[in-house]
Nanobody
Framework: QVRLVESGGGLVQAGGSLRLSCVASGRTFNGDAVAWFRQGPGKEREFVSCMDWNNRTYYADSVKGRFTLSKDNADYTLYLQMNNLKPEDTAVYYC?????????????????WGQGTQVTVSS
């Protein structure tokens, strides 16, 4: 079982940047698929980005070109660099992992979740 802890959220103006981090404890991300999801006010949880076991990255259309997913070489920390933030990016952002390392944008396929970090983008 891996424990995930997110950090890096906050309040930023539209057009600004934030970098979210997700640290794994208990085991590394090696071989897992790892992802970020978000849940805005009154909305369902939605897929943001995923990195599969082979380090290929996938993005939701709404964040493509603005967000970048990366992982440290030790496979303990996942990052989400968010640039040119928009008010519609306001949400609680969750880190997730699944032992089956293939890409998935379905939150139901992820076994491990962090507690979330709030990102608020003001206009």
């Amino acid at each position: 079982q891996v424990r995930l802890v997110e950090s890096g959220g906050g309040l930023v103006q539209a057009g600004g940047s934030l970098r979210l981090s997700c640290v794994a404890s208990g085991r590394t991300f090696n071989g897992d698929a790892v992802a970020w999801f978000r849940q805005g006010p009154g909305k369902e949880r939605e897929f943001v980005s995923c990195m599969d076991w082979n380090n290929r990255t996938y993005y939701a259309d709404s964040v493509k070109g603005r967000f970048t997913l990366s992982k440290d070489n030790a496979d303990y920390t996942l990052y989400l660099q968010m640039n040119n933030l928009k008010p519609e990016d306001t949400a609680v952002y969750y880190c997730a992992s699944r032992v089956r390392g293939y890409y998935s944008s379905d939150a139901r396929n992820y076994e491990n979740w962090g507690q979330g970090t709030q990102v608020t983008v003001s206009s």
